[in-house]
């Protein structure tokens, strides 16, 4: 499971966001599940300004690239965070 902090001032609908990406609809306060071929079973909600990500990974392994970009587009739009910025916020989580 991951949070990912959603940039201070970013106000997306992010149910939208999923709806566009993925065609599942839902929402996102109560939790949405879905499945993304090549990245698996998705558990998706936001609480405040965190989104948090549960990820059953599939079965099958793809080797596509277009799914992760895909993946990481979509988490840009929802968190306004580059994969560089969410790399830097889990580097700051204590263990």
Known sequence: MREYRIKKGHNQD???LIENH???KGDIFKGINF???GIGKVDMKQ????LIVDIEPP???YSD???IKKWNEFLFEATGMTSKER???FGKIKK
């Open 22 to 24: 993925f065609g599942t």
């Open 59 to 61: 079965k099958k392994v």
């Open 35 to 37: 499945e993304v071929e």
């Open 87 to 89: 790399k830097k916020e």
């Open 65 to 67: 690239p277009n799914l």
């Open 47 to 50: 609480e405040k300004n965190f």
């Open 14 to 16: 992010i149910s939208a």
